[in-house]
Structure formats: C-alpha cells, structure tokens
C-alpha cells in the first residue's frame, strides 16, 4: 500500500487548502486513516481520523470546527479540508493508515510522504 498525499501550498491566514491521500491497493472497512502533522522543531501530531467502513471523524481540539476530513472509498481518497487557517497550522502534512483508531503516530503503519501547509500572517 502506497499513501500519495498532495494539496499542500502557501495560503494566508484566514484561507483555506483542500490536502488528498491517494491510496493504492485496498483500503479494509476495518482500517482507519488519519491525517498527522508535524512542525519544525516539533513532535508529530494528530490532526485527524476517519474509520474507512463507517465514516466516523475524529478531530484534534486544536482543529475541530475548522477542518474537515471525508473519504471518497470509489477513489481510495481521503481528503483534509482546512478552513480559517492559522500561522500555527504550519507544517508538513501526513496522511496515514491504521488497524484501530488511535492518536499516536506509532499506531499508523503506512504512511505518505508529507505535504508542506505554509499559512502566512
């Protein structure tokens, strides 16, 4: 399995980016995805989680109400919309799968390759 995440870019704050995971191979009903970040000088975060059969999301405090995270299983896609964005938001972000839900980076046991979100004051 192959995570390709892609979306990231320079936005000010206030603006909003769309990030995408494209998964090859199958995504079980059982797996979770999830979206990490990681700033510099800083440990790797949760950002956000979706369970891939039911749909449920799961929001770190520091982004819930402003990003959104939705599956598309047709396209083996799961996307992080992130609005009302912040300098603070600046990291790479990570796209990830695991087995169960879970907040630890140590959980996910595939991983993309990262996406730069710069967010300028």
């Known amino acids: 399995v192959q995570l390709q995440a892609s979306g990231g870019g320079l936005v000010q704050a206030g603006g909003s980016l769309r990030l995408s995971c494209a998964a090859s191979?199958?995504?079980?009903?059982?797996?979770?995805m999830g979206w990490f970040r990681q700033a510099p000088g800083k440990e790797r975060e949760f950002v956000a989680a979706i369970r891939w059969g039911r749909g449920s999301t799961y929001y770190a405090d520091s982004v819930k109400g402003r990003f959104t995270i939705s599956k598309d299983s047709g396209e083996n896609t799961v996307y992080l919309r992130m609005n009302s964005l912040a300098p603070e938001d600046t990291a790479v972000y990570f796209c990830?799968?695991?087995?169960?839900?879970?907040?630890?980076?140590?959980?996910?046991?595939?991983w993309g390759q990262g996406t730069l979100v710069t967010v300028s004051s």
């Open positions: 990830a799968r695991g087995h169960n839900l879970a907040y630890a980076p140590a959980e996910y046991y595939y």
């Open positions: 191979g199958r995504i079980y009903s059982s797996s979770v």
